[in-house]
């Protein structure tokens, strides 16, 4: 009891302090002057804005210009192309077809660049009459000069090579080299040449005019030129 009776009063005794505005004292607010400028109202010339309208400057309908059937083409290619890439089963397929093409035009340019001739995927030679018969040629009854020159100067370079074998041929049998006769292969006449070096040359040419006849393969005149550069030197060097 005694206690609470100390705490009361030393709490009574301890000074209070609070804000006391002095008297007189003004509080200052701010003041806005009015605006006494006379408003000027502008209006736009109806005159210069119609002339604006005529200037190229002013004018944004751009007309659209009107595709040419090029590129009606190539727009029509390219939504395709985006119709089918869209399809996942399709996707294989461009995929290898653009390949192929790629590939294809790869090789016609290396083909145009080292100049070779494209005419051959679709002519063939010249077709003339020789006188003797494809199934049993008697080497021994051609006059090889004359039908040579005459299938050159028909342009028939395919004929001509098969007649530079026929040459060679000869040239064998009667150096006594080959046995020939009719119906025998040419497998067989490349065995029958003892000397390897010339069995060897003689294996060349023939794969060579194989290749040229039974392959139907289109020789130019520059082609040809080396080729019977080849039969020549072995019939005049070999034999």
């Known amino acids: 009891m005694r206690f609470l009776l100390l705490i009361f009063l030393f ?18 607010t701010a003041a806005l002057k ?14 210069q804005l119609k002339s604006y309208s005529k200037e190229k400057a002013f004018i944004y309908d751009d007309a659209v210009p009107s595709q040419s059937l090029w590129s009606r083409f190539w727009r029509w290619f ?33 083909l145009k660049l080292i100049g070779a001739d494209l005419k ?11 006188p003797y018969s494809e199934s049993d040629d008697n080497i021994h009854e051609i006059n090889f000069t004359e039908e040579i020159d005459r299938a050159i100067s028909l342009g028939n370079y395919r004929i001509a090579v098969r007649l530079l074998y026929l040459k060679t041929l000869k040239k064998l049998s009667d150096s006594g080299r080959i ?35 039974y392959g139907e393969f289109f020789i130019n005149k520059d082609n040809f030129g080396l080729i019977k550069q080849g039969f020549d030197q072995f019939i005049g060097k070999a034999l």
């Open 34 to 47: 009015s605006d006494t400028a006379q408003m000027v109202w502008r209006r736009f010339d109806a005159e």
């Open 78 to 110: 390219w939504e395709l192309l985006e119709h089918i890439l869209g399809n996942k089963a399709a996707v294989p397929f461009v995929k290898y077809f653009f390949i192929s093409v790629l590939t294809g035009l790869v090789v016609f340019v290396v």
């Open 120 to 130: 051959i995927f679709s002519r063939k030679s010249k077709s003339i009459e020789v």
């Open 179 to 213: 046995d020939w006769m009719p119906g025998k292969t040419n497998q067989i006449y490349i065995g029958e040449i003892q000397d390897l070096e010339k069995r060897r040359q003689f294996s060349m040419l023939t794969h060579q005019f194989e290749y040229i006849w």
């Open 11 to 28: 709490l009574s005794c301890s000074p209070i302090y609070a804000k006391v505005t002095p008297p007189g004292e003004v509080v200052k």
